[in-house]
């Protein structure tokens, strides 16, 4: 998936990172997909215990057994970490959700299928981790909020909206603006549940109340956009 955060702002702040950052990337045979994950996989351990401002590249380094000379090579900073960690969870989503999708349902199953699959991961401890250090750390580090709307939901509402637009053009749905549309599912889809979880550690939605927010969602889109002439 397109990479679309060469605008944040990498902090460096001292003079060794700053000769690391310059020298990221001078090595393409280091590179390697297996140790970029490794990587990524360490910072999210460091993330999810100690929040974003409490990590340092030093730790993620020991978590993911590398150098941090080689943590370097791959990304210049913990912001360009924290925006990986994301969009790879983010990527498995999408990857669940319509890639990896069954095929031949009825549009009601195949939304209730999307529905319930964004709403496991958005209750899942990992999706609230990284909810609460985005949001936890806005104030003092805005481009966390920025990474994580533009690698999270920002992917799933445009993965949504090209679904959308494809039942539309088979002529089951009727749809003016499918981004809007999939804004508004995205949003069905987090009824009472997701903000419950996000705002109370201890709360564990049960499969009824999960099953009950599904078949609300599937049922308030489809009156407002099933095609009712077919």
């Not at 060794?16 to 490794?38: C, F």
């Not at 929040?51 to 990304?75: C, D, H, P, R, W």
């Not at 445009?158 to 999939?182: C, S, T, Y």
Request: glycine share 6%; aromatic share 10%; net charge negative.
């Amino acid at each position: 998936m397109t990479e679309r955060f060469g605008h944040l702002a990498f902090r460096i702040n001292s003079f060794q990172d700053q000769e690391m950052a310059d020298h990221a990337y001078s090595d393409p045979d280091m590179l390697s997909s297996d140790r970029r994950d490794r990587i990524v996989a360490g910072a999210a351990a460091i993330f999810m215990r100690d929040g974003y401002e409490g990590a340092s590249m030093s730790q993620i380094a020991v978590a993911a057994n590398v150098s941090k000379g080689t943590l370097y090579n791959y990304f210049p900073g913990k912001d360009a970490l924290f925006a990986a960690f994301v969009r790879q969870n983010c990527n498995c989503l999408v990857q669940e959700v319509f890639q990896d999708a069954p095929g031949g349902l009825a549009i009601e199953a195949e939304l209730a299928r999307i529905c319930r699959t964004m709403l496991r991961m958005m209750l899942s401890a990992r999706g609230m981790a990284i909810f609460r250090v985005a949001v936890m750390e806005a104030s003092k580090f805005p481009e966390l909020a920025q990474a994580f709307i533009e690698a999270g939901p920002n992917v799933m509402i445009a993965n949504m909206a090209a679904w959308i637009e494809r039942q539309a053009a088979a002529g089951l749905l009727k749809v003016d603006d499918p981004v809007f549309a999939a804004e508004q599912f995205f949003a069905l889809s987090q009824t009472r549940l997701v903000m419950r979880a996000r705002t109370n550690a201890a709360f564990v939605a049960s499969e009824a109340e999960i099953e009950q927010v599904i078949t609300g969602a599937v049922r308030v889109f489809l009156a407002a956009y099933y095609n009712s002439g077919l």
